[in-house]
T-cell receptor, first 113, second 106 residues
């Protein structure tokens, strides 16, 4: 079991471009969580998804950010028209059920030029 | 409001000394609490959860509902314990503290 896989590990975008971050959960896990970590800060919850459903997106910025977890394929965190303030590490975690221990990926480091 | 507070961003102790990483929480229901650890160049991983009441790598954490705390303790710190530690609470959402960076000095 390869664990939670995130790609890419590093992503560089220019202001105004789109960023797509991918997360494949652990085998058997149907719950996916996305977190953002700004420099010198802790993890901040963004969104919680199950297959084809967004369960809680209370931590997502209202504009430019979206997430999906389709029936087939990885979960995608999409950031449109990126700005410098979007530079951060984005972590994905998965669990077999709600409030079960989460297993984390290595994260995607997003840099905006 | 649900919140997890780790008051210390940085903590240094000497090898063999006791270590305590503080975590306080606020939650209106019955919380489920966890400690996660991130060693250098590794991914975040679960260290322990309060309901299992087990000791992992010599670390223990007791949930104190009266003080709303879930401090992580180890009687004798080792160099390999140097890492980033996050306290987390599971309620209707998963909340992480801002983390404490522990350095164990040889």
């Amino acid at each position: 079991n390869a664990g939670v896989m995130q790609n890419p590990r590093h992503l560089v975008r220019r202001r105004g471009q789109e960023a797509r971050l991918r997360c494949s959960p652990m085998k058997g896990h149907s719950h996916v969580y996305w977190y953002r970590q700004l420099p010198e800060e802790g993890l901040k919850f963004m969104v919680y998804l199950q297959k084809e459903n967004i369960i809680d997106e209370s931590g997502m910025p209202k504009e430019r950010f979206s997430a999906e977890f389709p029936k087939e394929g990885p979960s995608i965190l999409r950031i449109q028209q990126v700005v410098r303030g979007d530079s951060a590490a984005y972590f994905c975690a998965s669990s077999p059920g709600f409030n079960q221990p989460q297993h984390f990926g290595d994260g995607t480091r997003l840099s905006i030029l | 409001a649900q919140r997890v507070t780790q008051p210390e961003k940085l903590l240094s102790v000497f090898k063999g000394a006791p270590v305590e990483l503080k975590c306080n929480y606020s939650y209106s229901g019955s919380p489920e609490l966890f400690w996660y650890v991130q060693y250098s160049r590794q991914r975040l991983q679960l260290l322990l959860r309060h309901i299992s009441r087990e000791s992992i790598k010599g670390f223990t954490a007791d949930l104190n509902k009266g003080e709303t705390s879930f401090h992580l303790k180890k009687p004798f710190a080792q160099e390999e314990d140097s890492a980033m530690y996050y306290c987390a609470l599971a309620g209707n959402q998963f909340y992480f503290g801002t983390g404490t960076s522990l350095t164990v000095i040889p």
